[in-house]
């Protein structure tokens, strides 16, 4: 076999096997899960349209909306139990102990960059939304937000 023949075949078979790869290098986890708020499988929350769990323990939504519903249920959960602004959500959503220790400083302090909002600002769904918020939570997790506000507000919507 000629060498050229060679360099195509081989260069074939890597774009073959590495489509898959290369989506899972290029579209952040959160995004390929349909679960944009990266939320932690736990056998206690029955999601409405989770269909699995991937490898590292994140739930996986038919659709995006399921997965940005799911986010403001949680913020729904948070505030029934007294956690209303955002620092506590944050502190809560993304502890900085346990299995994942996040940097809750840093993410508190992108959400406000993304809000405008100060740490002690306390959102509401009626008031001025959950929007903002979901936007950077996001944006945070996944690096981009690629879904409109109104695709955001929807699948909040249905939550309520």
Request: glycine share 10%.
């Amino acid at each position: 076999m000629n060498t050229t023949l060679k360099t195509v075949l081989i260069l074939g078979g890597l774009m073959l096997v590495g489509t898959y790869g290369a989506r899972k290098l290029l579209v952040p986890r959160g995004i390929r899960n349909n679960n944009p708020g990266n939320i932690k499988h736990f056998e206690s929350n029955a999601w409405h349209g989770k269909t699995g769990v991937d490898p590292d323990g994140f739930v996986i939504f038919g659709d995006a909306a399921d997965g940005i519903d799911a986010i403001g249920e949680i913020i729904d959960s948070y505030r029934n139990r007294g956690v209303v602004t955002v620092r506590q959500i944050i502190e809560t959503y993304a502890p900085a102990e346990g299995r994942d220790a996040n940097d809750v400083e840093s993410y508190i302090a992108h959400v406000q960059q993304l809000t405008g909002w100060q740490s002690y600002h306390i959102p509401t769904r009626f008031n001025d939304g959950y929007l903002p918020l979901v936007k950077a939570i996001i944006k945070h997790e996944n690096g981009q937000n690629p879904y409109s506000d109104q695709f955001i507000e929807d699948a909040l919507n249905r939550a309520t």
